[in-house]
């Protein structure tokens, strides 16, 4: 078997997105939010179901996947590549949105349901070392949530350090499904006899694509691979400007301080020559002061 990446868009949406196997993004739903019992999410309505895109229309995009479950509660689920550095704002702009685009002019705002919004994120985003992190609204002084229509959940793939045997719950598994599958040949024993795994795994077979797929696929990893090799030399550049500037830095820097040194040096013989009798004509020819600096360290004497 040769497996697709899960972060690519269109193995992220044929996984996920996929309108006949929704147990699969249920599965992950009610894993990372730790969802149980009367909690747990049983089906799922999403909102932009996996569609084949335009080829010819292949462009960057924000990947996301809308559910919304038997309660009426929005799930935003997200895949970014890039850091956008800005992408804290763009996370609640975007779940502000899809909570007010619930109702329209007009209708009840008590209908508006809550929103969960999850990221799973190719890049670092925060300074904690665990890979999941949930934000919530939180009363500063009770430290209770009493505003409980927004959620956040981060998923920083990159902090995700787990091996294969060290796998223990269930979303443990999805992340290094997302992070490793590209990288395996056959359906890992920690997977075996979990339906949705297997699934997950089945969509993401490449062998099982058609023509139109691949072709998309490929084309993005290309773009992907081309915007990694622009990254780096951005990078590779700016490292060497900085090395330049730190070593002309240095270079004016030893400059200055011999200056400086010299000149002290040349002061300190001024004064020792003014404190022995030596007329001024005379100082001034060995140290090469001038008048007005000669002044001044005659009145500090």
Do not use: C
Not at 37 to 55: A, S
Not at 146 to 164: G, R
């Amino acid at each position: 078997m040769k497996f697709a990446d899960p972060k690519n868009d269109l193995a992220f949406k044929k996984i996920f997105g996929n309108e006949n196997k929704k147990e699969i993004l249920i599965s992950f739903l009610n894993s990372v939010l730790d969802f149980k019992e009367e909690r747990t999410i049983v089906d799922v309505t999403l909102d932009n179901p996996y569609q084949l895109p335009d080829i010819k229309e292949l462009k960057e995009t924000i990947l996301d996947i809308k559910a919304t479950n038997a309660n009426g509660d929005k799930f935003i689920v997200e895949m970014q590549k890039k850091d956008l550095s800005n992408f804290a704002k763009r996370s609640l702009y975007y779940t502000a949105k899809a909570y007010v685009s619930q109702i329209d002019k007009g209708e009840e705002i008590i209908n508006l349901k809550k929103v969960y919004y999850i990221a799973l994120l190719n890049f670092n985003m925060f300074e904690n070392k665990n890979y999941i992190s949930r934000h919530l609204i939180i009363n500063q002084e009770t430290t209770t949530q009493d505003l409980k229509d927004f959620e956040f959940t981060f998923i920083e793939l990159k902090k995700f350090d787990l091996k294969l045997e060290e796998l223990n719950t269930t979303i443990d598994k999805w992340i290094y499904f997302i992070n490793n599958a590209s990288s395996l040949d056959l359906i890992p024993k920690q997977y075996e006899d979990i339906k949705e795994f297997q699934e997950a795994f089945q969509i993401a077979n490449r062998y099982s694509w058609n023509k139109k797929e691949l072709e998309y696929y490929d084309r993005v990893l290309m773009r992907q691979m081309d915007d990694a090799l622009v990254e780096q030399k951005r990078k590779d550049d700016l490292k060497k400007a900085l090395s330049k500037a730190s070593q002309e830095g240095m270079q004016e820097g030893m400059q200055k301080g011999m200056q400086k040194g010299i000149k002290q040096e040349k002061v300190e013989i001024a004064i020792k020559s003014l404190k022995q009798g030596l007329d001024l004509e005379t100082i001034k020819i060995i140290t090469g002061l001038t008048d007005t600096e000669l002044d001044n360290i005659t009145d500090t004497i």
